[in-house]
Nanobody
């Protein structure tokens, strides 16, 4: 069984910073891409940032230059450093990872979501 557990959400002022973490645990054989998505009320879930095991990260235009995604391949953890926060960053943030568990096939896994609220 594979789980993604997020932490680090909360309330911040506009212009402030928050750091999200997401740890993957369980019978993990291999992880390729790890990333963050977000969903604001009334909106569809959207990509925030992705980072492959090897290579460069990609960012949504709306967060490029303000957010930084990173990962620790030993700890199977992905991070999202969010700086210069804006009210429009308010959303539930979800961790996502493409994982091969044990001897099984590859599957997409999601965290439970963590609320980020930015006050203007």
């Amino acid at each position: 069984q594979v789980q993604l557990v997020e932490s680090g959400g909360g309330l911040a002022r506009a212009g402030g910073s928050l750091r999200l973490s997401c740890a993957a645990s369980g019978n993990i054989a291999e992880i390729t891409v790890m990333g963050w998505y977000r969903q604001a009320p009334g909106n569809q879930r959207e990509l925030v940032a992705l980072i492959p095991r090897i290579g460069s990260a990609i960012y949504a235009d709306s967060v490029n230059g303000r957010f930084t995604i990173s990962r620790d391949n030993v700890k199977n953890t992905v991070y999202l450093q969010m700086n210069s926060l804006k009210a429009e960053d308010t959303a539930v943030y979800y961790c996502n990872s493409f994982i091969r568990a044990g001897r099984g096939s590859w599957s997409d896994y999601w965290g439970q979501g963590t609320q980020v609220t930015v006050s203007s």
